[in-house]
């Protein structure tokens, strides 16, 4: 990587860092049972021009893998002196559960469920309390990056509030295959970004604990546009033709009895009310039971796991899905 430099700081202070140069750093935001560091990797692209401060995090649960690749092509590939603002890319939010290869952080806390977290308390919050305060405070745009869960697998889909402007033309930007309108009133890294007044948009990249090559990039195109559209880089976004789905809300399915379960519909499929979508069967091949659509709607995600106890999940449907286009107004 051209001019890299490489940091070991506890807190990250963007206007300290040199323009024009790329910084690798290590910020050192807790400490594990044995005195050692919690050490989370930011890539720091650090622009020679004035501009705004776009972030970009992957991996607040340890088993989303694609954003990543995705920082390490974007920051990494990007020239800091052709550049007017500044990258920040969190390569790994949860540094724990990337290295147990676990969704929860080491104490077994979902990190995008206790946003803000807090000063004092339990180690999860407040290892997200210190990254949200001394790293997404600098951003001015955050795109924070998932996969599906374990057992499930997503459409390459975004979640945004669609009545606010710019969260709205960075979800269009991405060329998504949906995006479900989501205000950010929710104990999300995006519902804490949006609290500070940083517009955000959460994207799915498909599927979790893999790198998914054509996933990324098509993750790495719509980050890409962003940058063009924010006058990070010099350049035009490029938008496909194709018309995208909007849905106004979305919501799980869930079994009521168990078995070993099939579903029948793939992400991104239409559904009707009444259609059958699952069914579950005992160990010796009887069917238990059959599922239903309960309205019209969009296969958002899925579940792929065979083994599903009463309680599980079957369906992220889309509600209300309607064409519109990825193009946005020049600014």
């Known amino acids: 990587m051209p001019h890299l430099q490489h940091l070991s700081l506890h807190q990250l202070d963007l206007e300290s860092l040199e323009r024009g140069r790329l910084h690798r750093i ?28 776009l ?31 500044t990258l920040v890319g969190v390569l790994a939010v949860n540094v724990p559960g990337v290295l147990m290869k676990q969704r929860q952080f080491n104490d077994n806390v979902d990190l995008n469920s206790i946003a803000p977290g807090k000063p004092v308390g339990r180690g999860s919050a407040v290892y997200l309390h210190r990254f949200i305060d001394r790293v997404i405070r600098q951003m001015d745009y955050l795109i924070d990056l998932h996969t599906a869960s374990v057992g499930r697998v997503n459409s390459l889909y975004v979640r945004a509030n669609m009545n606010e402007p710019e969260a709205a033309r960075m979800a269009r930007l991405q060329i998504p295959e949906i995006i479900v309108h989501n205000p950010p009133n929710d ?46 880089l010099p350049g035009t976004p490029v938008i496909s033709e194709e018309e995208t789905v909007l849905c106004n809300g979305s919501y799980w399915t869930y079994t009521d009895e ?13 559904i009707a009310k009444g259609d059958p979508v699952a ?40 509600r209300n899905p309607q064409p519109i286009s990825c193009a946005v107004e020049p600014r």
């Open 26 to 53: 290590w910020l050192h935001v807790a400490k594990n049972g044995i005195g050692e560091a919690i050490r989370i990797p930011i890539l720091v692209a650090r622009g020679a021009h004035e501009g705004p401060v």
């Open 55 to 85: 972030g970009i995090t992957a991996a607040i649960h340890g088993n989303e893998l694609n954003g990543i690749s995705v920082i390490q092509r974007l920051v990494g590939g990007v020239d800091p002196k052709q550049l007017s603002g």
């Open 187 to 232: 104990t999300t890294l995006r519902g804490s970004a949006a609290a500070l007044g940083i517009p955000a948009i959460t994207v799915e990249l498909r599927n979790p604990s893999r790198f998914q090559t054509r996933t990324i990039e098509d993750g790495l195109a719509g980050v890409q546009n962003v940058l063009f559209d924010l006058g990070l």
């Open 258 to 270: 168990g078995g070993l379960l099939e579903v029948f519909p793939q992400v991104t499929d239409r």
């Open 279 to 318: 069914e579950a069967r005992t160990i010796f091949g009887e069917v238990n039971k059959v599922f239903y659509a309960p309205e019209d709607g969009i296969v958002v995600g899925r579940s792929i796991d065979p083994i599903n106890q009463t309680g599980s999940r079957i369906l992220h449907i889309g």
